[in-house]
């Protein structure tokens, strides 16, 4: 059987915590910045936690 692979897109774009949580980007912070306050953009560069339903496919992804 041949090893699993890590799906590098995934990689990028997720990391795993000490403790095992998946951390991702938030959305919506790349353009059309000037009609957003300054306290949501702020909240845009704190890292979120991936959701329950999409924790088992993403860690699949990265080969966990």
Same mark, same amino acid.
């Given at each position: ?11 990028? =774009? @997720?990391? /795993?915590? !000490? ?7 938030? &959305?919506? *912070?790349?353009?059309?910045? +000037? ?7 702020? =909240? @845009?560069? /704190?890292? !979120? ?7 088992? &496919?993403? *860690?699949?992804?990265?080969? +966990?």
């Amino acid at each position: 059987m041949p090893k699993m692979k890590t799906h590098k897109g995934t990689a990028k =774009r @997720f990391r /795993v915590t !000490a403790g095992g949580k998946i951390m991702r980007r938030r &959305a919506f *912070r790349s353009h059309i910045l +000037e009609k957003k306050s300054p306290k949501r953009k702020r =909240r @845009f560069g /704190v890292p !979120a936690t991936v959701s329950g339903s999409d924790v088992q &496919a993403v *860690r699949r992804l990265l080969g +966990e």
